[in-house]
């Protein structure tokens, strides 16, 4: 039978303790176990990215994770990045009002990856390559519908928004608006 | 204030961002089993038995379902439009296969347990003993008389033939001051939506209710298939649509894993559930595509087609793919948006121990456009014409519609001229080539190409329970004011419903967030076929304009009852009805709609029925049945069509292609939601280009798929695709709807296969370069350059002259 592993996680903030099985694959301990269907599954295999959520700040694809191996770990996904009060987070807004999904499968995971890029790849607002490292940040995530054009401007959008929020929060306690 | 028109996000992408998507994997049902499928390793083989023991003692196991239950007990899977109708073969199939098997990934038995994981691994222990059977996995081959025959009760693999003639092509080729013959190929590749298909089906025994939820685009069609197959009342099946990651055509009705989820489901009446894993959806979800043309076009000295024989050649797969009739629909569509007076199309349909086809967006149709595209550069080569203007040479002149196409087909509308025109505009060809001049200087090769596609919407087919140019919604106005809409129309994330609900606004004067639309319940919504062939915004769009003018008429009744005024002059805007002219006098709808709800028998509402409520089913123009008065049927209402061009880079000693623009002057009447339909232009580019440079679906001479991950079947990155895709609206309203709206979900797709293959033989104008077969990978590239320079060099005459038309182009 299958063995059973101890896991303690922090989850969009909350903390769980759980029993999990040991093969269990990360993608489906959120999805199964916490009800967090926001995180899709498109190949399993690794490839498109749908999956992808924040672990301790790095942007990983949950179905190449087995749960285990997330024991002490902070989990960000999709469902952690609006505020309490349903207000959504500078990358979700800018995603919507940019038109940079149609059918929204791969956006959660795009999402994640762009928050990722943004924190780790600061580029001047206006710098010519910009737009050349969001297309290589983001090539990860696969999309079949949009074409990606206005996702790059979503995620341009969103740095240039966080970037300044960021400065104007300088010092402010709740980072929430400018990452995850 | 007018919506229509507006650019306005999709009306579920603030739920969607959210991350609180309903897709169908993530609908819960308390006690759900998995579905999981036993799918055969041979191309062809017959079974000589199942053992199922090992496979029954896995802990978790409910049941193991083999064929010949299924054929016992459910009625077999036939296509929407059966070749038998036009003299070719049925097609006609149970879902597991019972004595024999067509394509690698077929599946021959289904597992039901707890748990995934026991039914991924039940599944792992059934053996089946086959004898194989020799394989053909080539069209041509399959047509020849000694080939190996798909279907063992068959007796030749061609699933269907027909023939189209206009003029006289013979004579015409004769006439003809020169001809150019040759071939074109497109590979076998697929839709790739990234949510793959998943089904949850539950019966309730005591309600004697079967509710499935589907990633489907067509719940009734669903339903009704459903119910035919199971032999269940439609009235005890609802449908329900989750949220849909992408479908293309590929979520039809009629797939073997929904049906198995429902038969086993009622028959075990818990519920059951399948999610698709990718490799059975590359395996046996189904393909499309792979067609070979084979042509020899006569002309004129001044580039003008006389004559234009094609042959198409469908490598149709496994006939139990029931989508076959995309290659119908190619050698329908030719030659396009061309005037060829002397023209003969013939095609063959031919079944391959390969994945059946599956429906995938452009649906035979951007095929046809890539060869005449691909046949166009051919002929300006050979006259020394520019390509751009062999197309304006040759195009259906505007005076000239509705122009009857070569099959019957009867174009609507367009101004094909014009919107090329506008194209070179974009491109700026003189430009362009200082700046190919200049990249050359520094070795680097950039070339320009264009293509023109044409994609008729909204397809309507005789005797055909899906392919309907019809459509139902009902619209509500609720005692406060506010709108609820309901289609038959449904959404797999085109966002139809956002500009469904702008026409709804503007129709009845509402605000447009007073405008709810709901879709994808058979239980709730009128009766309508679903999305496919851009139809959703047309025709349902249409059928909903309609019923909300109905409700309007009755508001104005009421309201010019209470103003005292006559109801001609009334407008209504904004949530009021004002009298016009007069704007200190007006009442707001919310006050109608409960003078009606509320006072029935008070003086201004008497008069009028109770309640707002209206459906109507929108019935499209332009589509003809009759071929006793017609001579020919015509299945498309409108023609939307894109003038596009591409500027690529191409490294010669790789042959690595890199698209760097890509222009396109698109019509698909008139606009609702520039945001929505340019959205949909770049992923269809996308698509497009995928299917020009990179995706392939490779067999081995076994029959065996090697490309079954996104590794080694590799779908266009951000990376991949041009920093800047430039379109514009050229607007030729149709007489086909009330607003002149034609289809866009289709468009974009066609014009990369052709526009990268013309720009890359651009790039090398001292060269004889001849795209012919796609897809454009770097090795085939590299190859035909290769092949091209040797050739020059055995002719040391060719070598550095241009070769006919290239200076001209
Ligand atoms: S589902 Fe994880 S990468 Fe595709
Ligand atoms: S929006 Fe559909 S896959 Fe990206």
Same mark, same amino acid.
């Given at each position: ?6 896991l ?16 269990q ?14 995180t ?5 295999q ?10 301790d ?28 009060d ?5 990358i ?11 059918c929204g ?20 607002e ?22 990606y054009?206005?996702?790059?401007a979503?995620?341009? =959008?969103?740095?240039?928004?966080m970037?300044?929020?960021a ?14 | ?7 306005r996000?999709?009306?579920?992408n603030r739920?969607?961002? +959210? ?15 998995w ?6 390793? $041979?191309?062809s ?7 199922t023991?090992?496979?029954?003692a896995?802990?978790?196991v ?11 007990e ?15 073969? #049925?097609?006609?199939f ?12 077929q ?10 994981? +026991?039914?991924?691994?039940a ?17 041509v ?17 061609l ?26 190929k497109?590979?076998?590749?697929l ?9 949850? +089906?539950?019966?309730?025994p005591y ?11 067509m ?8 119910s035919?197959?199971l ?14 990651g ?20 009622h028959?075990?009446?818990r ?5 698709e894993e990718?490799?059975e ?5 189904g $393909?499309a595509r ?6 020899? +076009? ?6 003008r087609?006389l ?18 009739v ?5 050698a329908?569509?030719l ?12 095609? $063959? ?8 086809? =599956? ?12 060869a005449?595209d ?8 050979a ?38 025109r #506008? ?9 362009f080539?200082?700046?190919q001049?200049?990249a050359?200087?520094?070795g ?9 596609e044409l ?9 055909n ?5 019809y459509?139902?919604?009902t ?14 129309v ?5 966002g ?27 239980? !709730?919504?009128p009766y ?43 407008v ?8 016009k ?7 707001p ?7 009606i709800?509320t ?7 008497l ?19 009759q ?15 894109m003038?596009c ?14 698209v760097?623009?890509?222009y396109?002057?698109h019509?698909c009447g ?19 280009l ?7 679906l490779?067999y081995d001479e076994?029959?065996q798929?090697?490309? !079954?991950?996104? &590794? ?44 990268i293959?013309s720009a ?13 077969? &796609? ?11 290769q ?23």
């Amino acid at each position: 039978m299958t063995s059973k592993v101890a896991l303690r996680v922090t989850v969009n903030g909350s903390k769980y303790e759980r029993e999990v099985p040991s093969r269990q694959l990360l993608a489906d301990f959120l999805r199964e176990d916490l009800g967090l269907t926001g995180t899709q599954l498109g190949c399993e295999q690794g490839v498109c990215g749908s999956c992808t959520v924040m672990l301790d700040g790095d942007s990983v694809r949950s179905c190449l994770l087995l749960a285990a191996q997330v024991d002490g770990a902070e989990i960000v996904t999709v469902e952690g990045l609006a505020q309490e009060d349903g207000a959504l987070h500078p990358i979700q807004r800018a995603f919507w009002e940019h038109h940079g999904l149609q059918c929204g499968f791969c956006t959660p995971g795009m999402m994640i990856t762009a928050l990722d890029l943004i924190a780790k790849l600061p580029l001047a607002e206006g710098s010519p390559e910009l737009d050349q490292k969001i297309r290589e940040g983001i090539a990860g995530n696969l999309c079949r519908c949009t074409g990606y054009q206005n996702i790059v401007a979503a995620v341009r =959008a969103a740095a240039a928004k966080m970037s300044g929020q960021a400065e104007a929060e300088a010092g402010s306690t709740d980072s929430r608006e400018s990452a995850p | 204030m007018s919506y229509m028109g507006q650019a306005r996000p999709g009306l579920h992408n603030r739920r969607l961002v +959210a991350g609180r998507g309903r897709f169908t994997a993530d609908v819960e049902r308390p006690n759900a089993c998995w579905m999981a499928l036993a799918r055969t390793p $041979h191309a062809s083989a017959r079974i000589l038995e199942i053992d199922t023991s090992e496979a029954e003692a896995v802990p978790g196991v409910v049941k193991i379902l083999l064929g010949e239950e299924l054929a016992r007990e459910t009625r077999p899977l036939t296509a929407s439009y059966n070749p038998e109708r036009g003299g070719g073969k #049925r097609l006609s199939f149970h879902a597991l296969s019972v004595d024999h098997v067509h394509f690698v990934g077929q599946p021959v038995a289904a597992v039901v347990a707890t748990d995934r994981h +026991a039914a991924h691994l039940a599944c792992e222990r059934i053996v089946v003993d086959y004898e194989q059977e020799p394989v053909v996995t080539d069209a041509v081959e399959a047509l020849e008389p000694d080939a190996p025959v798909v279907i063992p009760e068959w007796e030749d693999n061609l699933v269907y033939r027909t023939e189209y003639n206009q003029g006289d092509v013979a004579a015409g080729l004769a006439e003809a001051s020169g001809t150019v013959s040759g071939s074109f190929k497109t590979q076998r590749y697929l839709s790739s939506p990234i949510e793959p298909r998943s089904y949850l +089906a539950d019966f309730d025994p005591y309600e004697e209710m079967l509710t499935v939820w589907s990633s489907t685009q067509m719940p009734h069609p669903a339903r009704g298939t459903l119910s035919r197959c199971l032999g269940l009342p439609e009235t005890s099946i609802r449908v329900v649509q989750g949220d849909v990651g992408g479908g293309f055509g590929t979520k039809s009705p009629g797939s073997s894993e929904e049906i198995l989820v429902a038969y086993l489901s009622h028959q075990l009446q818990r519920p059951v559930r399948w999610v698709e894993e990718r490799q059975e959806y590359f395996l046996s979800c189904g $393909h499309a595509r792979e067609t070979l043309f084979e042509f020899d +076009a006569g002309f004129t000295d001044d580039g003008r087609l006389l004559a234009l024989d094609i042959r198409v050649t469908g490598d149709v797969g496994s006939p139990t793919g029931l989508a076959w009739v995309q290659s119908y629909v190619t050698a329908y569509c030719l030659p396009c948006a061309y005037k060829v007076p002397n023209c003969r199309v013939r095609l $063959h349909s031919v079944a391959t121990n390969k994945c059946g086809w =599956a429906g995938y967006r452009g649906f035979g149709k951007e095929t046809a456009t890539q060869a005449m595209d691909r046949i166009l550069d051919r002929v300006a080569d050979a006259t020394g014409i520019d390509r751009l203007e062999v197309r304006l040479r040759n195009f259906i002149p505007p005076d000239e519609f509705p122009y009857s196409q070569v099959s019957g087909a009867m174009l609507d509308s367009g101004d094909y001229p014009t919107a090329m025109r #506008r194209l070179a505009e974009m491109v700026d060809r003189d430009a362009f080539r200082a700046e190919q001049e200049a990249a050359r200087q520094e070795g680097r090769h950039l070339g320009l190409g264009f293509a023109f596609e044409l994609t008729p919407e909204g397809c309507s087919m005789p005797h055909n329970p899906v392919l309907q140019g019809y459509d139902g919604a009902t619209v509500r106005v609720g005692p406060s004011g506010r709108v609820t809409v309901l289609t038959g129309v449904t959404s797999p994330g085109s966002g139809n419903e956002t500009g469904i609900a702008q026409i709804v606004a503007d129709a009845l004067g509402v605000r447009f967030d007073d405008v709810r639309v709901i879709q994808g319940d058979t239980d !709730t919504c009128p009766y309508g076929l679903g999305n496919f062939s851009s139809r959703s915004l047309m025709i349902g769009g249409s059928a909903a304009l309609e019923a909300a003018n109905e409700l309007r008429d009755k508001l104005f009744r009421v309201a010019g009852n209470a103003l005292e005024v006559a109801e001609e002059d009334l407008v209504s805007e904004d949530g009021e009805i004002r009298v016009k002219g007069s704007p200190d006098r007006s009442i707001p709808i919310r006050k109608v709609a409960s003078m009606i709800y509320t006072n029935a028998f008070g003086r201004e509402a008497l008069e009028v029925e109770p309640g707002l409520e209206s459906t109507r089913y929108f019935r499209v123009g332009n589509v003809y049945h009759q071929p006793e008065t017609q001579g020919r049927f015509s299945a498309y209402p409108t023609w939307p069509y894109m003038a596009c061009a591409a500027v690529v880079e191409v490294d010669p000693t790789t042959g690595l292609v890199k698209v760097v623009r890509y222009y396109g002057v698109h019509d698909c009447g008139t606009v609702i939601n520039p945001m929505l339909v340019e959205g949909n232009l770049h992923g269809g580019i996308a698509q497009g280009l995928g299917g020009a440079l990179y995706e392939d679906l490779v067999y081995d001479e076994n029959g065996q798929l090697l490309t !079954t991950t996104f &590794m080694d079947y590799t779908l266009p990155t951000a990376v991949e695709m041009p920093a800047e895709v430039i379109t514009e609206h050229q607007v030729t309203p149709t007489e086909a709807t009330p607003l002149g709206t034609k289809g866009a979900g289709e468009s974009g797709i066609a014009g990369p296969i052709s526009a990268i293959a013309s720009a890359i033989e651009d790039a090398f104008p001292d060269l004889d370069l001849e795209l012919m077969e &796609m897809p454009l990978q770097p090795e085939r590239v590299w190859q035909a350059i290769q092949a091209a320079q040797n050739q020059g060099a055995e002719d040391p005459g060719a070598q550095g002259a241009a070769r006919p038309g290239a200076s001209a182009r």
